[in-house]
């Protein structure tokens, strides 16, 4: 080997900079901008039709009013059956989601053999990859004349049918994050509270369980979120008629459903049925930011990190 | 004996899916099977429940799913990449980066839809076409990838940058040679995913104006429909062969979900490590 | 009840630390620095994290083709001190380096100095083995790759594990997983990755101390071969392991300040091996040399 005192003393000044490490940061800084340009492009989108309409109903008769019929001559504009229709409907989805998903994931990571969680893990993605409109035909068609056959009186379009296929629809939801986040908990935690004598039990839900802790509440907030915010299953079976009660059985009808058939058809732009729209919109909006909110809080104070 | 029960009510929420799941895929097939003819999928939208085909929309379907991929995994992985490995996590400006994508994630899409409408067909003047529903699917499942990817990146261990750094690497050396591959079947799986989820959204679609009366071609700067709101317009007609028409339509819709599906699998079982 | 004999002048006097004589390595023979090539010349550097000084006014110099080791109680600071000198510290946005390294003329620290050409001069192996999951060979072909190294990869990747004395337990299956191999294997590896960017020096942090006993050998082994051609730097929390392998040892302690509170490391004693540890000047060094505390 050649003798390495021979060589001359390195000279360390480099005078270049690395111009394309400044170039890749920026391109990867531009990426993450569209993410702020969207939630801008959101607010700008709901707020200024909603501004306006707020400006000819005032914000009061809107939260408190009590009837919805925005098309009528004169029209109501108390948007609360609407907020009533979509927590029907979600305390019903959230009321299966969270428990099922949670057993679900917590059997896959730490009980299933690696051959069952194979077939299975698949299966519960089958689920979460299906559509839902699909969901929707299926509360429809199958689900309200099955509550009929077992002694529930639903209506034809009723928020309880809705509910419970929406809340098997988020198991994976729950399911998957939470499972990817106890994934993520080193096997070295777990053999070390199993050479202090612990068991399955004790290791999943005193070790496994708060370590994934902050994925597994993520994956509750967004099974809330999305249970709030979604559309097509209580389009289809939960119905298009605004009613002010929280009773399951009930036709109701939520923001979303209210919003998409409105927002699909062609309502005159500048009309006040048009900015109901974004004056809904912007409530769901509200409610789902708020809950995100209050979400991330928890998250931050329960969580147990590692390393 | 506590084992055994916690054993049990595990396998029993496992259970809950799995017969749902069951009894609906039972239920569209008893529907649909019959309704799967050439028409279906070769035709375009009729008056006779019968006659009534998918094409345009399947076509549209297709289009936006590959255009979506084309924008959103540039798009999110460079996100993932920006907060996870060159971000300063103590400036103020990339802690709302974080929270804002996270709060993203949980918008609803009927809310992404209610942004097409208002900049896309009204604002850009873009109006009701293909490109826009392909951006706005972009934008929706956005989120979803960054936190994917930003997952992926994360589980790779420290050691391995520290010890790349130290061989005198440069930070996107490091990050393109020993980091992305590492995390590249966590991103890949998160995108299939993500994608998958696209192909099945309606609401946002609904919003720009996919619910029309379709019978030609889609192009990228038409009017358009898509294969889920094809099958919710049939659901929503009041004559009752529409209703299983749609079953029809769903089986298709699901075959592609299934192939895509098949992948994503294929792709998290052959390059999962655990670390 | 000092354990420690009076160092004698024959090569053959055994030093005894506690009860156990320690085996002098020949390279631990009483030298001469005078005339050494100075590689670090270290000028009251102080390292803080957050304001707070990690390790405080050290002041030293590293001596080519020799291995210094650098050896104290925990949390004295021994491990932020060594990532001083490739400017790992730099990867830590907390951190912060005071005073002056002198590497050959150049402060380290320099406005002009680019990290990247430090670290190709002055290589690392970590207290845990961490090799990429790629191929053995792509272990080892990283650094030259990164840095642009390219011609006659394969021979660098043989001569890198050569030197690291692991190619010929691995010659035949280089396209294998690194993962595969064993703790030792693993650290040798590393090593070997160290060594194919043809550094100068090579900063070790306790590169034994996961390893068993045997594997932990050949580690040894390996250095007294490493330093004819490359100047090694070595934290360890083993004494008999820097007796038997350094030339010159470093003593860092712990400073408690006056209110109780802070923590800094500093150095005690710097001079060969076995002054350090047959004649120590600091009584300190002393304690900790003899097993009273530490």
């Known amino acids: 080997m050649a003798s390495r005192s021979a060589v001359a003393p390195p000279a360390l000044q480099s005078s270049r900079i690395r111009w394309g490490e400044l170039v890749i940061k920026g391109m990867l800084a531009l990426c993450a901008l569209v993410s702020v340009a969207t939630t801008v492009g959101i607010l700008i989108a709901l707020l200024q039709p909603a501004i306006d309409f707020f400006r000819e109903i005032s914000v009061v008769d809107f939260l408190t009013g009590s009837e919805w019929a925005p098309l009528f001559e004169p029209g109501s504009f108390g948007v609360r059956p609407l907020v009533y229709g979509t927590l029907a409907v979600t305390f019903v989805a959230i009321a299966v989601a969270v428990p099922f998903g949670l057993g679900s994931a917590i059997y896959l990571s730490e009980y299933a053999h690696r051959r069952t969680r194979k077939v299975l893990k698949p299966t519960l993605e089958i689920l979460a990859g299906i559509p839902t409109v699909v969901f929707g035909y299926f509360a429809l068609v199958f689900v309200t004349p099955w509550l009929r056959d077992i002694g529930i009186q639903v209506d034809i379009f009723n928020a309880l049918a809705a509910g419970l296929v929406m809340g098997v629809m988020l198991i994976p939801t729950v399911a998957s994050l939470s499972e990817d986040a106890m994934q993520a908990v080193p096997d070295a935690l777990r053999h070390g509270a199993y050479a202090l004598g612990g068991n399955r039990v004790h290791v999943a839900t005193r070790v496994v369980v708060p370590a994934a802790l902050s994925g597994i509440v993520a994956s509750f907030v967004l099974a809330i979120s999305r249970a709030i915010g979604e559309t097509m299953i209580v389009l289809i079976a939960a119905g298009q008629q605004p009613t002010l009660t929280l009773d399951p059985r009930r036709t109701v009808e939520t923001m979303t459903a209210f919003i998409a058939a409105t927002g699909n058809g062609d309502v005159p732009r500048g009309s006040i049925e048009y900015k109901t729209i974004f004056a809904v919109g912007l409530t769901l909006f509200v409610a789902t930011y708020a809950m995100n909110i209050v979400a991330t809080r928890l998250v931050r104070r329960f969580r147990e990190v590692y390393e | ?275 | 009840m000092s354990q420690v004999e009076t160092m004698s002048e024959s090569p053959a006097a055994p030093v005894t630390i506690g009860d156990v004589a320690v085996q002098q390595a020949p390279a631990a023979e009483a030298f001469d620095v005078r005339g050494r090539d100075v590689v670090f010349d270290v000028q009251d550097v102080t390292v803080s994290y957050d304001d707070d000084p990690a390790v405080s006014d050290v002041s030293m110099k590293i001596y080519k083709n020799l291995v210094t080791a650098i050896i104290g109680p925990s949390g004295c600071g021994k491990s932020t001190f060594i990532r001083c000198f490739n400017r790992m510290n730099d990867l830590i946005p907390s951190a912060r380096v005071d005073g002056l390294i002198d590497y050959h003329g150049t402060d380290l620290y320099g406005s002009s100095v680019d990290p990247v050409e430090v670290r190709m001069r002055i290589g690392m192996v970590f207290q845990k083995p961490n090799p990429f999951p790629k191929s053995i060979y792509d272990n080892v072909a990283f650094g030259p790759r990164v840095l642009g190294m390219k011609d006659d990869l394969s021979g660098r990747v043989q001569r890198a594990l050569e030197q690291a004395a692991l190619w010929d337990e691995v010659k035949d299956r280089l396209k294998r997983n690194a993962l595969s191999l064993s703790g030792g294997q693993q650290q040798r590896l590393c090593i070997a990755r160290a060594l194919a960017v043809e550094p100068e020096v090579i900063l070790m942090d306790e590169p034994a101390s996961s390893l068993d006993p045997i594997a932990t050998t050949r580690i040894e082994d390996l250095m007294h071969g490493l330093k004819e051609n490359y100047t090694i730097v070595i934290v360890t929390h083993n004494m008999q392991q820097a007796a038997r392998v350094a030339d010159m040892t470093a003593f860092f302690s712990v400073e408690t300040a006056a209110d109780g509170a802070a923590r800094t490391g500093i150095l005690v004693e710097y001079d060969s091996t076995k002054r350090i540890f047959t004649q120590p000047s600091d009584k300190r060094t002393e304690d900790y040399v003899t097993g009273r505390f530490g």
């Open chain 2, 1 to 275: 004996m506590k084992q055994i029960a916690f054993r049990g009510v595990l396998l029993l929420s496992l259970s809950v899916a799995l017969v749902t799941l069951g009894t609906l895929l039972f239920t569209v097939f008893q529907d649909g099977w019959g309704q799967l003819d050439k028409t279906l999928i070769t035709g375009v939208n009729s008056s006779d429940p019968h006659q009534a085909g998918a094409r345009p929309a399947i076509l549209a379907t297709i289009e936006m799913g590959l255009l979506l991929l084309a924008f959103v995994v540039p798009i999110g992985v460079g996100t993932a990449i920006y907060l996870e490995e060159y971000a300063n996590k103590e400036r103020w400006y990339n802690r709302l980066l974080e929270i804002n994508i996270m709060n993203l994630a949980a918008v609803p899409s009927i809310v992404y839809g209610i942004l097409g409408l208002a900049f896309l067909v009204r604002g850009l003047g873009l109006g009701r076409v293909l490109l826009a529903g392909a951006m706005i699917l972009t934008l929706l499942v956005l989120p979803t990838v960054v936190i994917a990817s930003r997952e992926a990146l994360r589980a790779v261990p420290n050691s391995i940058r520290q010890g790349a750094y130290a061989l005198g690497a440069t930070r996107w050396q490091v990050v393109w040679r020993q980091v992305l591959p590492a995390a590249l079947p966590g991103i890949a799986t998160g995108s299939i995913l993500a994608l998958s989820r696209a192909i099945g959204e309606t609401a946002p679609l609904i919003m720009i104006g996919a619910l029309t009366y379709i019978a030609f071609d889609p192009t990228l700067l038409g009017p358009f429909t898509a294969l889920p709101v094809q099958i919710y317009d049939w659901i929503s007609q009041s004559d009752q062969d529409y209703t299983l028409r749609a079953a029809g339509g769903i089986i298709v819709l699901l075959g592609i979900l299934l192939v895509l599906n098949r992948v994503a699998i294929f792709v998290r079982n052959r390059y999962q490590k655990r670390w």
